[in-house]
């Protein structure tokens, strides 16, 4: 049965293209929402560029003869059309009926009320605005498209019980074939069990290329002095010091090691093996975009603000035990000023071509969709990127736990044999935090 969806202005903001993904059904803007998207075509965050992308696409599908007034057919078999009210909102004495965001509801209801043989679907991506249509009596949803199932983010330990031969063949040989492949993800964690003492274990990834269980390669010293401290932090650490891996996801809450994980590997990869050019480190700045020139000082003092959880990692790393081996003598200062590690803001990659280079995005839960595609979309041939981050924990008002870019890409590249995709669970930063993050 056919529906009419009446989108807010948010839908478009975040996916210019949303018009087009409701497959035989229609399409109606309220025309407050083609006033609210003008205001933001000019600015020049990724907001803005899509606020011109709607515009464009919308012109675009009037053609030479259509009216957006009267609707114009959609590919996928529905129509498009832009709405006004007849009457400025009309609703209880609760609301503000001057607002925007009630002139909408209004549009929507008036939909309702005209097509009442089919049902009217008001969608949105902001929650207020969703309680407010219900309790206007009017059907609601966010916008699904880009969504992520909460479980497709979860990854526990595959347990596969085996013959305890197999575990000892595994120990001896290092990898251990499987006649007929489960369905695993791609470089999923793997716990094998022996069927008879499930004390007996071995920890593995399973390789998807070669059928196999292969056994982690993370050596008892750790890397650069960080010794993974639960089954997690093993496979984080086997996953990014693998070649064959380009692309990780790596989430977990506050404490669980996730930035230190992966900057540990990249100067291991970097500074003491070659196999990269350079090590970047960046986060994005919130909202991605935003022109630095608020703080005070030349780039690199407007940047220590933002970027100084980087360096307090990279200060933890070469001061951590590693007088033995002499890093500390040297300090990552030295390495900051020859280029081999690089602290920046994602403000400015667009455009850029990153090759041979070990790539970490910090908090990339703040990310759309759009914006780590603009990311991965740079990485040149032998790049590696890492993309840490919490879902839980997001600053970007334009998405949540289920449409950020990190929860999206991890969904999207489970099954790919050059991705890898990690959740770390226990915090090891200390008792205290660990607690902090439990409880409060």
Not at 261 to 277: C, F, P, V
Request: proline content about 5%.
């Amino acid at each position: 049965m056919k529906k009419n969806y009446v989108l807010d202005t948010n839908v478009l903001l975040h996916d210019p293209r949303a018009i087009f993904k409701f497959e035989d059904n229609d399409v109606v803007l309220p025309i407050f929402v083609i006033e609210e998207i003008d205001q933001f075509k000019r600015e020049g965050t990724e907001r803005g560029r899509n606020a011109r992308t709607i515009s464009r696409l919308l012109d675009e599908q009037r053609g030479d003869e259509g009216s957006l007034a009267r609707g114009v057919p959609l590919d996928g078999g529905g129509t498009l059309r832009i709405l006004i009210p007849e009457k400025r909102p009309q609703l209880g004495v609760g609301f503000d009926k001057t607002s925007q965001d009630q002139a909408i509801l209004q549009t929507a209801i008036d939909v309702r009320d005209k097509d009442k043989g089919k049902p009217t679907i008001f969608v949105t991506m902001d929650t207020n605005l969703r309680i407010r249509a219900d309790a206007l009596g009017i059907i609601s949803q966010t916008y699904e498209n880009q969504r992520v199932d909460d479980e497709s983010l979860e990854q526990p330990f595959l347990d596969l019980e085996v013959p305890e031969a197999d575990i000892d063949s595994f120990f001896q040989d290092g990898f251990l074939s499987l006649e007929t492949a489960p369905n695993i993800a791609a470089n999923a964690a793997v716990m094998l069990r022996n069927a008879k003492s499930p004390g007996h274990t071995a920890l593995g990834r399973f390789d998807a290329g070669k059928g196999q269980i292969v056994a982690l390669r993370v050596s008892r010293e750790g890397v650069l002095g960080i010794r993974p401290r639960n089954r997690e932090q093993s496979f984080a650490l086997d996953v990014l010091l693998d070649d064959s891996i380009r692309l990780v996801t790596l989430l977990g809450k506050a404490g669980t090691g996730k930035t230190l994980l992966a900057i540990a590997a990249g100067l291991k990869r970097t500074t003491e093996d070659g196999t990269y050019s350079r090590l970047v480190v960046s986060r994005p700045i919130m909202p991605l975009g935003r022109d630095l020139g608020f703080l005070p000082g030349d780039v690199d003092e407007k940047l220590n603000p933002w970027m100084q959880p980087i360096f307090d990692n990279l200060e933890f790393l070469f001061s951590n035990g590693n007088a033995k081996n002499g890093r500390n003598t040297r300090g990552f200062l030295e390495l900051l000023e020859s280029g081999t590690i690089q602290v920046e803001p994602l403000t400015y990659i667009r455009g850029r071509s990153l090759p041979n280079q070990y790539l970490i995005v910090d908090e990339a839960q703040n990310l759309t969709p759009h914006e780590v595609k603009t990311i991965i979309t740079r990485c040149g041939e032998g790049t590696k990127i890492i993309l840490t981050g919490d879902p839980q924990q997001i600053d970007n008002p334009y998405v949540d736990h289920a449409s950020n870019g990190l929860s999206v890409v991890a969904e999207r590249f489970r099954r790919e044999k050059i991705a890898a995709h990690v959740v770390l669970s226990k915090g090891e930063r200390s008792e205290l935090a660990e607690l902090a993050a439990n409880l409060l």
